[in-house]
């Protein structure tokens, strides 16, 4: 057997092997902390990447783990929606189809946790939004907020389990109001941050309500927000350009279809006046892809779930006639037309009328004769206020 050193050489060298080790352990830290580093820089690359352009969806998506995000706009059917959505995903048994499929609001306690208002289940996502929309957080503080982070979890919660999400507000139309204040690319940088992972992040898409005739839209918006006794005359002239972004559905579908997620546009009128399915049952059969709600026959077809149209009586008196009101609906459809050829081939966007049994590449059949190719949204709501202007010039120092 070797002899050992003397003992003043052994203790020389046990300071020789205390430095040793902790030039060791040094190392690992220093290692450890770049590999944190690293994940860091990757994950936040990834989430910034994925809003501008996601992942092409591999073949056989249909059956993988997905997210499908509903932002609107308002009164386009939205609440009609939301409310089968609750009844399907968080009813107990589930309506066959939805077994894998969540809505996944927090719960009640979970908001009062964090001394938070809840809006219920139906219009549960409406404060995540409304706090995404808080321009004055940085991005730091965002992503701390315990509202957001009780929606994070939620979310997350549902994902690991396996579940399809489906997220439903018509409050994400602000993506496209011009005087919000916000880069609406922020807006949905901050909504990404909150999906799980990439995959979800990539692997979503997103369902847009357009409700026909146009005008209709227009008139439901003075049912909600006119005020006792206002004409719609005075409505437009006076209240329309202060939310009029809402009644946008196809700038708002081009928010998305030019990040490159796969956009389903729902016809409401057309697929009423099909008649085969109802709004709610032709989202879910279009649009999340459960087979069991393609038919009449099955789940709750058309019963219980028709979009309601203009159920509330008029706030006060239209002062329009017919053809003024269709003149209206022609400066909308005017607009509209310039998406025609703006999405000419691009395949990651798809029509549902609800007459065949897939979704379609076409087009609506607009009369899209007249050359207003030019004219942005607000120029189009401005040409709608002079319409009615040049008919009633006074209307506007007659408050109701």
Same mark, same amino acid.
């Given at each position: 057997m070797d002899a050992l050193p003397p003992p003043a050489t052994r203790k020389l060298l046990y300071p020789f092997g205390i430095?040793?080790?902790?030039?060791? !352990?040094?190392v690992l830290v220093r290692v450890q902390k770049d590999a944190y580093w690293l994940h860091s820089v990757a994950t936040a690359f990834d989430a910034s990447t994925a809003s501008k352009k996601p992942h092409a969806a591999p073949p056989g998506a249909r059956n993988e783990q997905r997210v499908v995000v509903l932002p609107g706009p308002h009164k386009t059917g939205t609440t009609t929606v939301q409310n089968s959505l609750v009844r399907w995903t968080r009813g107990s048994p589930k309506l066959p189809g939805f077994d894998n499929w969540t809505y996944p609001v927090p719960a009640s306690q979970d908001f009062e946790s964090v001394q938070a208002q809840s809006w219920g289940e139906i219009k549960g996502f409406h404060p995540m939004v409304?706090?995404?929309?808080?321009?004055?957080?940085?991005?730091?503080?965002?992503?701390?907020?315990?509202?957001?982070?009780?929606?994070?979890?939620?979310?997350?919660?549902?994902?690991?389990g396996g579940k399809n999400i489906v997220i439903a507000s018509e409050t994400?139309?602000?993506?496209?109001?011009?005087?919000?204040?916000?880069? &609406?690319? !922020?807006?949905?940088?901050?909504?990404?941050?909150?999906?799980p992972s990439a995959h979800a992040r990539s692997n979503m898409i997103i369902g847009i #309500?357009?409700?026909?005739?146009?005008?209709?839209?227009?008139?439901?918006?003075? #049912?909600?927000?006119?005020?006792?006794?206002?004409?719609?005359?005075?409505y437009i002239l006076i209240e329309l350009t202060k939310n009029s972004f809402v009644l946008n559905p196809l700038g708002l579908a081009n928010f998305f279809v030019q990040r490159g997620y796969t956009v389903r546009i729902i016809d409401t009128g057309r697929v009423v006046k099909a008649g085969e399915l109802s709004v709610p049952s032709a989202v879910?059969?279009?649009?999340?892809?459960? &087979?069991?709600?393609?038919?009449?026959?099955?789940g709750e077809g058309k019963s219980r779930t028709e979009i309601r149209h203009n159920r509330k009586s008029d706030p006060g008196e239209r002062m329009l006639n017919n053809e003024t009101l269709q003149a209206i609906n022609q400066l909308m459809v005017d607009y509209d037309c310039q998406y025609r050829g703006a999405w000419d081939g691009k395949p990651n966007v798809e029509w549902i009328y609800g007459e065949t049994a897939q979704p379609?590449?076409?087009? &609506?059949?607009?009369?899209c004769s007249n050359n207003n190719a030019g004219r942005t949204f607000s120029q189009t709501v401005q040409a709608v206020v002079k319409l009615v202007y040049d008919l009633y010039p006074d209307a506007k120092d007659s408050r109701p």
């Open positions: 430095v040793v080790f902790a030039s060791l !352990l040094l409304a706090e995404l929309l808080n321009a004055s957080q940085t991005p730091h503080d965002y992503l701390r907020n315990p509202l957001l982070q009780i929606y994070r979890r939620s979310i997350r919660r549902a994902w690991n994400f139309d602000a993506l496209v109001n011009e005087p919000l204040g916000m880069n &609406p690319e !922020l807006l949905w940088e901050r909504f990404l941050q909150l999906l #309500h357009y409700r026909t005739p146009r005008i209709d839209q227009l008139i439901s918006l003075w #049912h909600e927000v006119g005020k006792p006794g206002e004409s719609l005359v005075h879910a059969c279009y649009i999340l892809q459960v &087979p069991e709600q393609c038919s009449s026959a099955d379609s590449t076409s087009f &609506p059949a607009l009369d």
